[in-house]
């Protein structure tokens, strides 16, 4: 028998290699685009030819090469990034193997002109299947120029492997984006086939996102920001209303590093929690910083899953900032702060991770926040408030900032203020009183209620229109002189897309040519007179009301009409008003609260009342 094992020559042995590293051209753009951003590159540009089957180059402003590092630097395993194994766990550079060079060098023809600021000459280099072809002094730009030809020319099956020109160049953009959102304060630009794509001035994260994604997010985002001992977070989610039906654009970052995590993604997905109408997904560029001994970027060749050393932690952190960030422009209930109760009882949270943290940890914030229930954030009320101007639109004043409209909100479960009618009985031959033109004393057995009526009436209307669009029962009036609305382009989409519900609300209008509308008819207990203008009204109000996204479409449709349509305060009422309204109230499943969760009334019971009294 003879001996069966030999040594693979290294050109074979580079192009086995360069399979984990360079799977298409993007990989390749992703690696040499981080080689210029760890060249400590301001300005970095890559020309694409032919999705990168042809070409792929990158031009940089980096510090650059000596003659003998630009030839070593296509050797596997060289690296200038790391010397010994504990520096692994301090790396703040985006490559470390020493394998894209050496791997792209193997499975193309490569060009490198590369030259230091303090080199007058610069050196030339050419490569492909792992052999030096030519190696020559040059003069040349300080900083790095490298192109990449012809990839897997050598390596004829994996050629066949790729896709076509339009898939292989999304990977590339993809990559593009994911550095370039990563690294905001350099220059970025792409062309392909000569056609500039992208062309990126520095700037700070939140410009760099619009930059690439599109101005129309402008007013879409909420800014994420905390800090802690342990990470820090920055960035910004995507209001409900920015939400996509497909997965797309989420983004994390972790020390600068794009990374894909279906468990972080589930922690921002979780914090929106029903802010999100279902199906979509929401939009996110997230960074988190934190010690690079607490993560392991070396889990994967292309270093997209990493490895957090406490993957819980930065869970729970990653879901209260976004939950933070979200009350804070009033995109969800500010109150409730209690993290999920699985997190919370992980060691991760309730106990420092390692004795030696111990010390820190417990004095860090991040350990004090997640040990004080409900007190990981604190709102400040004088935050800009969107609700406010949502607020405006109605007549009634007596709102005030900090009543926010949201159930889980404004109400203390402790508080035993809001009983249900149900074990209420209403006095109804007694007299009703009205306070202010605004409240309603009614009497009950045992005491007295005292009813806002305008949040009674919404609750009262909100449930009426919600049966006759369940039921289709509306009783729709025809209106004398029927009313043509001409409307903006947008407006009339709007308009549109809510025909089929406000007709079941009793409405009846027609398209009637292009954004203009004809109304024919109204809910028969709607007053008269002003049909077009409530429908413009009605339009507005939904457009402000339309950051609410946990509610439908059709939900928000009967929040607006109700709130549109019922009686305000500062309206006087005659008895027999008092006592309808008190009466429907009475018949609401309910009563308690209005359909934005604000209480409708508050209940003295005689106890109370003498205990009050000091009995
Ligand atoms: P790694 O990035 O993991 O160190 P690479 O194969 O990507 O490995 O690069 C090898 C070495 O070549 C790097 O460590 C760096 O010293 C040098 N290098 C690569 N690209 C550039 C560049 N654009 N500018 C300056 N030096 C570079
Ligand atoms: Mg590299």
């Avoid at 209260?320 to 209690?338: N, R």
């Avoid at 005292?450 to 009436?457: E, G, S, Y």
């Avoid at 409530?534 to 509610?551: A, D, G, N, R, V």
Wanted: with cysteine; net charge negative.
């Amino acid at each position: 028998m003879i001996d069966i094992i030999n040594l693979l020559p290294d050109n074979i042995a580079n192009q086995i290699a360069a399979g984990e590293v360079i799977q298409r051209p993007a990989s390749a753009v992703k690696e040499l685009l981080e080689n210029a951003v760890d060249a400590d590159a301001t300005s970095i540009q890559l020309h694409i030819a032919d999705a990168g089957k042809t070409l792929i180059q990158v031009i940089d402003n980096g510090k650059g090469m000596s003659e003998t590092d630009a030839r070593m630097s296509f050797e596997r395993h060289a690296t200038s990034k790391i010397k010994k194994i504990e520096d692994l766990f301090y790396i703040r550079t985006m490559g470390f193997r020493g394998e894209a060079l050496a791997s792209i060098a193997a499975v193309a023809q490569v060009e490198l002109k590369t030259r230091r600021a303090e080199d007058e000459l610069g050196t030339f280099i050419e490569i492909d299947n792992s052999i030096v072809r030519k190696q020559e002094a040059c003069s040349c730009a300080v900083g790095t120029n490298i192109c990449m030809k012809n990839l897997f020319f050598n390596v004829p099956a994996r050629r066949n492997f790729l896709k076509s020109n339009a898939s292989e160049m999304r990977h590339i953009v993809d990559e593009f984006i994911h550095v370039a959102l990563a690294f905001p304060n350099i220059f970025f630009s792409l062309s392909s086939n000569g056609q500039q794509v992208f062309y990126l001035e520095a700037g700070n994260y939140k410009q760099r996102f619009l930059q690439l994604l599109g101005n129309q997010y402008q007013t879409k985002l909420v800014p994420v920001k905390e800090t802690t001992d342990y990470l820090e977070i920055n960035g910004f989610v995507g209001k409900p209303d920015a939400a996509k039906k497909t997965r797309g654009d989420q983004y994390f970052f972790v020390n600068n590093r794009f990374i894909k995590s279906a468990y972080l993604n589930h922690a921002v997905t979780s914090a929106f929690d029903a802010l999100l109408p279902k199906d979509s997904f929401p939009l996110y560029a997230l960074y988190i910083d934190l010690d690079p001994s607490l993560v392991d970027i070396n889990v994967h060749p292309t270093k997209q899953e990493i490895k957090f050393e406490d993957e819980k932690i930065v869970y729970a952190f990653v879901q209260a900032a976004i939950k933070h960030a979200l009350a804070q422009f009033s995109i969800s209930p500010s109150l409730d702060f209690s993290l999920n109760a699985e997190i919370m009882q992980t060691e991760a949270v309730t106990q420092p991770f390692t004795e030696n943290r111990k010390e820190t940890l417990t004095t860090s914030d991040l350990y004090k926040k997640f040990s004080q229930k409900n007190q990981a954030h604190l709102i400040d009320p004088t935050e800009k408030n969107e609700l406010k101007h949502w607020k405006e639109f109605y007549t009634d004043t007596n709102y005030t900032a900090e009543n926010t409209n949201n159930e889980h909100l404004n109400f203390n479960p402790t508080e035993n203020r809001r009983p249900e009618t149900g074990n209420l009985q209403l006095v109804t031959d007694s007299t009703f009183y009205q306070l202010h033109q605004t409240y309603i004393i009614a009497h009950l057995q045992n005491g007295f209620l005292l009813i806002h009526q305008q949040h009674a009436h919404e609750r009262i209307l909100f449930e009426r229109y919600s049966n006759a669009i369940q039921f289709k029962q509306a009783v729709t009036q025809q209106t004398l002189f029927p009313v043509t609305l001409e409307l903006s382009p947008p407006d009339a989409a709007l308009l549109h897309e809510l025909l089929p519900d406000l007709q079941l609300l009793g409405y009846k209008i027609e398209l009637f040519g292009k954004d203009s509308f004809i109304i024919q008819g109204t809910p028969a207990d709607v007053l008269h007179g002003n049909e077009k203008h409530m429908i413009e009204l009605l339009i507005e109000q939904f457009k402000h009301f339309s950051s609410e996204l946990k509610f439908s479409k059709r939900e928000k449709l009967i929040h607006c009409m109700a709130r549109q349509q019922a009686i305000k305060a500062g309206q006087t009422l005659s008895d027999k008003e008092m006592k309808v309204l008190t009466e429907e109230l009475f018949q609401c499943n309910t009563p308690s609260i209005t359909p934005n969760g604000n209480p409708v009334f508050v209940e003295f019971n005689d106890e109370q009342l003498l205990k009050m009294f000091g009995k």
